[in-house]
T-cell receptor, first 115, second 111 residues
Framework: SAVISQKPSRDICQRGTSLTIQCQVD?????MFWYRQQPGQSLTLIAT?????????ESGFVIDKFPISRPNLTFSTLTVSNMSPEDSSIYLC????????????FGQGTRLTVV | DAKTTQPTSMDCAEGRAANLPCNHS???????VYWYRQIHSQGPQYIIH???NNETNEMASLIITEDRKSSTLILPHATLRDTAVYYC????????????FGGGTRLMVKP
């Protein structure tokens, strides 16, 4: 298994500001993913972050709004930029190890409220 | 496009088996069936996965039909702590293949 630590666990932010969420894994992993879960909804993938390359964003998500860093194999950050109340969600980091049939591990999430 | 169809919600009595169905009629030959659950205010938790054979682990059993178009997750003795949203996901295993979450089934285990 993999132990994932996300910081902060929750935050209340003013609109127009930015928040950087950290994801730390206790072992080296190839793939890291960032998801968003809006209130009462399922999870939606924002982007895939590989070490040493640009993140790959899903439709509807752009780098200017959600810049991602992946400086090494155990750490990644997601920034939510120029926040509005519509960005209020839970943001989750997920990791996966390469293998024949892998399982994904999730952090506990960051609950963001924009006021 | 939704690849799986699950009932929105289900109830189960504590101590009884919870059987959660999932339809995946367009599943490809190289796609696995994965089950995750999300307990309130927590990140999703892996439960089990399978390709075509039935699988069992310490948490649950996974029954996949012969044509692979549907499956059932079985929690043999549901407890109150099993109350969660259960997600059935089909995916090709390999680097870069992320999980696509549908609506899931909200399971309520009642005393």
């Amino acid at each position: 298994s993999a132990v994932i630590s996300q910081k902060p666990s929750r935050d209340i932010c003013q609109r127009g500001t930015s928040l950087t969420i950290q994801c730390q894994v206790d072992s080296q992993v190839t793939m890291m993913f960032w998801y968003r879960q809006q209130p009462g909804q399922s999870l939606t993938l924002i982007a895939t972050a590989n070490q040493g390359s640009e993140a790959t964003y899903e439709s509807g998500f752009v780098i200017d709004k959600f810049p991602i860093s992946r400086p090494n194999l155990t750490f990644s950050t997601l920034t939510v930029s120029n926040m509005s109340p519509e960005d209020s969600s839970i943001y989750l980091c997920s990791v996966e190890r390469q293998g024949q049939a892998t399982e994904a591990f999730f952090g506990q999430g960051t609950r963001l409220t924009v006021v | 496009d939704a690849k799986t169809t699950q009932p929105t919600s289900m109830d189960c009595a504590e101590g009884r088996a919870a059987n959660l169905p999932c339809n995946h009629s367009t599943i490809s030959g190289n796609e696995y069936v994965y089950w995750y659950r999300q307990i309130h205010s927590q990140g999703p938790q892996y439960i089990i996965h399978g390709l075509k054979n039935n699988e069992t682990n310490e948490m649950a059993s996974l029954i996949i039909t012969e044509d692979r178009k549907s499956s059932t997750l079985i929690l043999p003795h549901a407890t109150l702590r099993d109350t969660a949203v259960y997600y059935c996901i089909v995916r090709v295993v390999g680097a870069g293949n992320m999980l696509t979450f549908g609506g899931g089934t909200r399971l309520m285990v009642k005393p």
